[in-house]
């Protein structure tokens, strides 16, 4: 089936704009993460949804981050006033909601260049 | 979540089995180990985890120390396509920790001809 997409693939944009990344997750999955990851970098958590709640944000960098979730399926990811330093691979990931299985289904990324 | 150590890198044959250690000392009796890797210019993908017992699929073993302070990945038969970094993650998984992965540098593993 179907995995995880994201779009744009590749984003450029202008220091100071905002910019938004979508992602797609699995059908039926209930559970979805938004992680980035900077040159050279390991995965770094941003925020994870559960349904349309986002019961962990902990991880968003700033207020200039935020995502949204609805109807359960796909969530959008906004940096405003977009900075150098949030150039990265921007990667989501859903997680099928058995108790059984934890396991992450990653899509390919969004990497964001900020000029 | 406990932290992990692994090496930076590591070589392998192809055909070869692929051992990659993981050292997790400070791990809890509710922590679960798991490993993902990451080939080059792809999200993560999900390989295999456990909690105490080894664990084997069609992808890798793991194999988990009985005092669970360390464990090792094993790829039994290395191809190019197994070059990647690897990963290894200890987590909680319940309530609101039931989420975030905590993503070290892993370990380059290069698989040669």
């Known amino acids: 089936g179907a995995g995880v997409s994201q779009s744009p693939s590749n984003k450029v944009t202008e220091k100071g704009k905002d910019v938004e990344l979508r992602c797609d997750p699995i059908?039926?999955?209930?559970?979805l993460y938004w992680y980035r990851q900077s040159l050279g970098q390991g995965l770094e958590f941003l925020i994870y949804?559960?349904?349309?709640?986002?019961?962990?944000k902990s991880g968003l960098p700033s207020d200039r981050f935020s995502a949204e979730r609805t109807g359960g399926s796909v969530s959008t990811l906004t940096i405003q006033r977009t900075q150098q330093e949030d150039s990265a691979v921007y990667l989501c990931?859903?997680?099928?909601?058995?108790?059984?299985?934890?396991?992450?289904?990653f899509g390919p990324g969004t990497r964001l260049t900020v000029t | 979540d406990a932290k992990t150590t692994q090496p930076t890198s590591m070589d392998c044959a192809e055909g070869r089995a692929a051992n990659l250690p993981c050292n997790h000392s400070?791990?809890?009796?509710?922590?679960?180990v798991y490993w993902y890797r990451q080939i080059h210019s792809q999200g993560p993908q999900y390989i295999i985890h456990g909690l105490k017992n080894n664990e084997t699929n069609e992808m890798a073993s793991l194999i988990i120390t009985e005092d669970r302070k360390s464990s090792t990945l094993i790829l039994p038969h290395a191809t190019l396509r197994d070059t990647a970094v690897y990963y290894c993650?200890?987590?909680?998984?319940?309530?609101?920790?039931?989420?975030?992965?905590?993503f070290g540098r892993g370990t380059q593993l290069t698989v040669w001809p």
């Open positions: 949804f559960q349904g349309n709640s986002a019961p962990d």
């Open positions: 993650i200890v987590r909680v998984d319940r309530g609101s920790a039931l989420g975030r992965l905590y």
């Open positions: 059908s039926g999955h209930t559970a």
């Open positions: 990931a859903s997680r099928p909601d058995r108790d059984s299985s934890y396991e992450q289904y």
């Open positions: 400070t791990i809890s009796g509710n922590e679960y």
